[in-house]
């Protein structure tokens, strides 16, 4: 499958996640974005408003985690009218810290493994078929798992 699909979401979501330089609530903001991604294009539109609508989180908030995920998650691809602005997710970079945090856990040892917060989570190519909603749900329950239930709603 070419372009962005659901299951390039899911990884970018899963690597976003399992960022611990940034606060939850700045990580839920940057998942926001990327469930918005169009599938094949990788592109979102979203302002600031409409991410505060979505999740509850305050303007600065989201400035602090939009100068964060660029260039690490996303890209500043176009602005647009009433403050909006086109994102693409950062495959590239979703990808390498993917794979650099896969050789990370098989180089842990039993003990350290077990002490992880991060529970490895499969994606396979039938996430292809996933909507943008069941996407969502999967990244609140990643979430929960890693410690970071937030009573914020991604719809």
Same mark, same amino acid.
Not at 49 to 55: C, V, W
Not at 126 to 139: F, H, Y
Not at 146 to 153: A, E, I, K, V, W
């Given at each position: 499958?070419?372009?962005?699909?659901?299951?390039?979401?899911?990884?970018?979501?899963?690597?976003?996640?399992?960022?611990?330089?940034?606060?939850?609530?700045?990580?839920?903001?940057?998942?926001?974005?990327?469930?918005?991604? =169009?599938?094949?294009?990788?592109? !979102?539109? @979203?302002?600031?408003? #409409? *991410?505060?609508?979505?999740?509850? /989180?305050? $303007?600065?908030?989201?400035?602090?985690?939009?100068?964060?995920?660029?260039? =690490?998650?996303?890209?500043?691809? !176009?602005? @647009?009218?009433?403050? #909006? *602005?086109?994102?693409?997710?950062? /495959?590239? $970079?979703?990808?390498?810290?993917?794979?650099?945090?896969?050789?990370?856990?098989?180089?842990?040892?039993?003990?350290?493994?077990?002490?992880?917060?991060?529970?490895?989570?499969?994606?396979?190519?039938?996430?292809?078929?996933?909507?943008?909603?069941?996407?969502?749900?999967?990244?609140?329950?990643?979430?929960?798992?890693?410690?970071?239930?937030?009573?914020?709603?991604?719809?």
């Amino acid at each position: 499958m070419g372009g962005f699909s659901p299951t390039d979401a899911l990884q970018a979501i899963q690597a976003v996640l399992a960022d611990t330089n940034i606060p939850p609530a700045q990580r839920l903001a940057i998942v926001r974005i990327i469930t918005w991604a =169009r599938n094949g294009t990788g592109m !979102a539109w @979203g302002s600031y408003r #409409a *991410i505060t609508r979505g999740t509850g /989180l305050s $303007s600065a908030t989201i400035s602090s985690a939009m100068k964060y995920a660029e260039g =690490r998650y996303l890209h500043r691809h !176009a602005r @647009g009218e009433k403050g #909006a *602005i086109q994102y693409k997710v950062a /495959l590239q $970079s979703v990808k390498r810290k993917s794979t650099s945090s896969a050789s990370k856990s098989k180089a842990q040892t039993p003990s350290s493994a077990s002490k992880s917060k991060v529970p490895a989570l499969q994606v396979s190519t039938s996430c292809a078929s996933m909507s943008k909603d069941n996407l969502t749900t999967i990244a609140l329950r990643v979430a929960k798992v890693n410690g970071t239930n937030m009573p914020m709603s991604l719809a």
